[in-house]
């Protein structure tokens, strides 16, 4: 079943924060996060596994509840280069799984 | 190191032709995922494959098949095309059984008429 992110498309002025969020009515073993700029492939930027941890590099980073079955993307200070869509991933828990089930996106917007 | 490769990048064709599209993954690389991109849907999975075993498949009808080789490239064939089947059909790679970190090429865009 598909995760459901939120919001759907966000526009920002450089310098301002972005949260995008990704829900699953299933229990997840993990999440993923991958951006894709227009007319590229999606990119890897991070995964979560589950116990809650949070992770992050440069000025975006993660959190994953996964009692809520929620995972949150935070986006600081938000550059030019952030604009694309956000896709987060998710991993069901139980065997055999072993894919990945993507949000719709989220498009992000920086403008200067 | 070479990344996924996808052939062709532009393929047209018309209602109720087959397309055939490959897939090169990374070396080493066991695993190839497909996934269908059409507009506003995000990426919807298709098909999986490891070690030359098709090991899952999404919500598609069986006119969506694929294959995966000894060298484990692999290629996505779409019979009795459809006006909806019109998409950006994207590979990836990853190097085990386990959903880690996919890799994807830049896609082979299909479109019916």
Same mark, same amino acid.
């Given at each position: ?13 450089e310098g ?24 590229e492939?999606?990119?890897f ?35 030019? %280069? $952030?604009?694309? =869509?956000y896709?987060? @991933? /998710?991993?069901s #828990?139980?065997?055999? %799984? $072993?894919?990945? =089930?993507?949000?719709? @996106? /989220?498009?992000? #917007?920086?403008?200067? | ?6 052939s062709?990048t532009?393929?047209i064709?018309t209602?109720?032709q ?7 993954p ?12 059409a ?12 070690e030359?075993e ?11 098949s694929?294959r ?25 790679s ?17 479109t019916?008429?």
């Amino acid at each position: 079943q598909q995760p459901v992110q939120s919001p759907q498309a966000v526009i920002l002025r450089e310098g301002e924060d972005a949260v995008i969020n990704c829900s699953s009515s299933k229990a997840l073993y993990s999440v993923h996060w991958y951006r894709q700029k227009h007319g590229e492939a999606p990119v890897f930027l991070m995964i979560l596994l589950k116990g809650g941890e949070q992770k992050g590099h440069d000025k975006i980073s993660a959190s994953f509840n996964e009692k809520k079955q929620q995972s949150s993307l935070y986006l600081t200070a938000s550059q030019l %280069s $952030y604009s694309g =869509t956000y896709f987060c @991933g /998710t991993e069901s #828990s139980g065997a055999g %799984s $072993y894919q990945l =089930t993507f949000g719709k @996106g /989220t498009k992000l #917007s920086v403008i200067p | 190191e070479a990344g996924v490769t996808q052939s062709p990048t532009h393929l047209i064709k018309t209602r109720g032709q087959q397309a055939t599209l490959r897939c090169s993954p990374i070396s080493g690389h066991t695993s190839v995922y497909w996934y269908q991109q059409a507009l506003g849907l995000g990426l919807q999975f298709l098909l999986w494959y490891d070690e030359g075993e098709e090991r899952n498949r999404g919500n598609f009808p069986p006119r969506f098949s694929g294959r995966q080789f000894p060298n484990y490239s692999s290629e996505l064939n779409v019979n009795a095309l459809e006006l909806e089947d019109s998409a950006l059909y994207l590979c990836a790679s990853s190097s085990g059984n386990v959903a880690g970190e996919l890799f994807f090429g830049e896609g082979s865009r299909l479109t019916v008429l």
